[in-house]
């Protein structure tokens, strides 16, 4: 690829969250302008731990749904599948 064909450069745009304006950078690739950034660094940074929440969101539900579909098959009797062994008692009768 020619170098000549890909040029940067900044300018200022206004950001399309809170519209205040802010440098970005413009790639100028075969006569078109493409702009790098449409969002300041803080709505960008608050975007993006959106996203990052909405991710995690998602893959809890996923795990919710698989943990749910075990427990459906997995053949243990409902009553049981809360109980652990922390106040499992070895004196009782029954209890090795």
């Known amino acids: 690829?020619?170098?000549?064909?890909?040029?940067?450069?900044?300018?200022?745009v206004i950001c399309a969250t809170c519209g205040i304006e802010f440098e970005t950078t413009v790639a100028h690739l075969f006569?078109?302008?493409?702009?790098?950034?449409?969002?300041?660094?803080?709505?960008?940074?608050?975007?993006?731990?959106?996203?990052?929440?909405?991710?995690?969101?998602?893959?809890?539900?996923?795990?919710?749904?698989?943990?749910?579909?075990?427990?459906e098959n997995c053949g243990i009797d409902p009553r049981y599948q809360v109980k652990d062994f922390t106040n499992f008692n070895t004196n009782r009768p029954g209890n090795v």
Not at 1 to 12: C, F, G, H, V
Not at 54 to 63: M, R
């Open 1 to 12: 690829m020619d170098n000549k064909s890909l040029e940067y450069s900044t300018t200022t």
């Open 31 to 71: 006569g078109k302008q493409f702009t790098i950034g449409k969002y300041c660094h803080d709505c960008a940074a608050r975007l993006s731990e959106i996203e990052q929440y909405q991710k995690d969101y998602e893959l809890e539900v996923a795990n919710m749904k698989i943990r749910r579909r075990w427990r």
